[in-house]
């Protein structure tokens, strides 16, 4: 029985062998006819062009987080606030007033735990007005769907004057209900908490971004944003 048992195992394992070695032969035959993968010059750029695409994006969205340590940008720093020049200003004064320790991107996270924090960036967006451009007019308040991440109130004045002021999505994000007005926001959440019934959706916020371009000082319209540039230009001239 032993003998038979040895002569069966060793007729198994043979028989076994050559069929792994006809398998890895039939491997070889297919991949030596399927013709190898290029990849073009055209495929190459396509991907190099992506990733570059990707790291700008993510560069422009953490851009702030880097503005902030930016000495030459800094015009006030504190314990828990930091208030900057915007460095693509859309009126001849526009700065930027961040939380150091608050890691929200949105004002819609917001609720009346962060009064305090609000307060305190609303006292010192009206001191630096009235310390720097005490007869200027400025907005203060957040945009409802923020371009860039870390939780930023702007402080920009009325007049809306700038080489950065491009778009028709510039003007309206400063100049329609997409702008929240810091005031408004605060009362909001004094009185329900929270901004759930206070915040745009986000079909509203693509219909404010998209509104007729409509002066902010009188009722002219504009149809382009070059023709509404040269009207805003009569409104500063005119101020005295």
Not at 177 to 199: C, M, P, Q
Not at 204 to 221: A, G, S, T, W
Request: aromatic share 8%.
């Amino acid at each position: 029985m032993s003998c038979g048992f040895q002569f069966v195992n060793r007729t198994f394992v043979s028989t076994m062998s050559n069929a792994f070695q006809q398998l890895m032969k039939s491997s070889r035959k297919t991949a030596e006819k399927s013709p190898p993968s290029k990849r073009t010059k055209v495929d190459v750029a396509k991907e190099v062009s992506s990733n570059k695409s990707t790291s700008r994006k993510h560069f422009w969205k953490s851009g702030l987080t880097h503005a902030m340590n930016d000495s030459e940008n800094i015009v006030e720093s504190t314990d828990s606030l930091v208030i900057i020049k915007d460095k693509y200003p859309k009126a001849n004064f526009h700065y930027l007033i961040m939380p150091k320790a608050v890691q929200l991107n949105s004002p819609q996270k917001l609720t009346n735990l962060n009064l305090h924090l609000l307060k305190d960036m609303q006292q010192k967006a009206q001191m630096l007005i009235n310390d720097l451009h005490p007869k200027a007019k400025f907005k203060i308040g957040f945009h409802a769907k923020p371009s860039i991440d870390h939780l930023h109130l702007h402080v920009i004045s009325t007049d809306f004057v700038s080489t950065c002021m491009k778009t028709k999505k510039h003007w309206n994000s400063f100049n329609t209900e997409h702008f929240l007005n810091l005031s408004d926001l605060i009362t909001e959440l004094e009185e329900k908490g929270n901004l759930d019934d206070y915040y745009p959706n986000d079909k509203d916020i693509e219909l404010y971004l998209k509104k007729p371009l409509r002066c902010n000082q009188c009722p002219f319209e504009a149809k382009t944003m070059p023709s509404l540039k040269t009207h805003l230009d009569t409104h500063a001239n005119s101020s005295p």
